[in-house]
């Protein structure tokens, strides 16, 4: 009752925030939070859950980003036809991908998964259906409500707020499901969980399409709100990285630690671009290897482990004194 209290008022500050921070840049700032607590969150279930760090989740990403641009561009459609297109695309190429890499450990998988970030890359700045080094904006013909297209950011931040909860309830089905058991004893032991029968490679596989069908639904949204994508905003090897960094900063295979990760790292990014203007691209290099070393020395469980661990010591406490005062009064 008491988690499921906090969960509320969590809620409530949510949906409260872009009604007590009205200025543009407040609502546009809580709503890439939100779409980058997505793709993280999509990302935690193959990264955090199974423990396969992939540094190749832009390809997914991209593929919801030019496939939502790419019904708009081309066809003058809505990009909300793209996206079912997208989740399609995504899902195919981790099923094709995935086959292979999947079978790597370590370091081996995320040196594979950005191999096939770079190439898809190239492949993409190389083809001009898909706008090459330009990139593909919409028509110039009107766009109305069912484009997605508002100049205010206010409905996007409601729009990615309920996606995130459908990415967080998936999640969360997923983890208590046969599944996420599955890919908890994967991650702890591979070796051990395929000599008790876990199916390792099926789950993996299947662990892995979920994610990318979720992360290309974070790409079409992000190609929506800004009406725009090349290959460096779609597919740029950066993406990885960040949403990677999210999930690890607030706790990667914990449900709410995407989201935490999120709500540090993207006001951090915008601010320090806000104030330091084209200087700031630099600047983001530097405190993502920054946050890499320190989560890494210090902290790999993320922000979120650190705050569960800090509450059950803050609870036990009393109860080994109850305890100690019981057996000095027994003495």
């Known amino acids: 009752m008491r988690r499921a209290l906090w969960l509320l008022i969590a809620l409530a500050l949510v949906i409260a925030y872009p009604l007590v921070f009205t200025t543009p840049f407040q ?20 990264g955090g859950y199974a423990g396969q760090v992939s540094v190749g989740h832009v390809v997914f990403f991209g ?23 997208g989740i399609v695309f995504a899902v195919l190429i981790a099923a094709v991908i995935g086959r292979p890499t999947l079978r790597l450990s370590g370091h081996y998988f995320s040196m594979a998964t950005i191999a096939v970030a770079e190439l898809a890359r190239l492949i993409v700045t190389n ?16 766009r109305n409500v069912f484009d997605l297209s508002f100049i205010s950011a206010l409905p996007y931040y409601y729009l990615f707020l309920v996606i995130l909860i459908i990415t967080l309830a998936i999640t969360w089905w997923m983890t208590n499901s046969r599944m996420g058991f599955y890919l908890r004893a994967i991650k702890d032991s591979e070796r051990a969980a395929r000599s008790l029968g876990a199916p390792a490679s099926r789950i993996k596989l299947y662990a892995y399409m979920l994610s990318a069908g979720l992360t290309s639904v974070a790409g079409a949204l992000y190609a929506m709100m800004f009406g725009f994508i090349d290959p460096e905003s779609g597919l740029g090897i950066l993406i990885s990285v960040k949403i990677l ?23 951090l990014e915008e601010i320090s671009n806000s104030l330091l203007g084209g200087k700031g691209a630099g600047l983001t290099f530097v405190v993502y ?29 009393p109860m080994d004194e109850s305890v100690a005062q019981e057996a000095s009064h027994a003495s």
Do not use: D
């Open 27 to 46: 609502q546009r700032l809580g709503a890439l939070v939100l779409l980058y607590a997505i793709a993280a969150s999509a990302w935690n279930i193959v």
């Open 127 to 142: 083809t001009e259906y898909l706008g090459a080094a330009v990139g593909l904006s919409g028509p110039t013909v009107p």
């Open 63 to 85: 593929c919801g980003a030019y496939a939502a641009m790419g019904a708009y561009a081309h066809f003058a459609l809505s990009p909300l036809i793209g996206i079912p297109a």
């Open 289 to 317: 290897g920054a946050i890499i070393v320190l989560i890494a020395r210090f902290q790999p469980g993320g922000i979120l482990a650190l705050i569960n661990r800090l509450w059950a010591n803050r609870r036990a406490k």
């Open 245 to 267: 960094i999210m999930a690890a900063l607030g706790g990667a295979g914990l449900l709410f630690g995407p989201f935490v990760g999120a709500a540090i790292l993207v006001p």
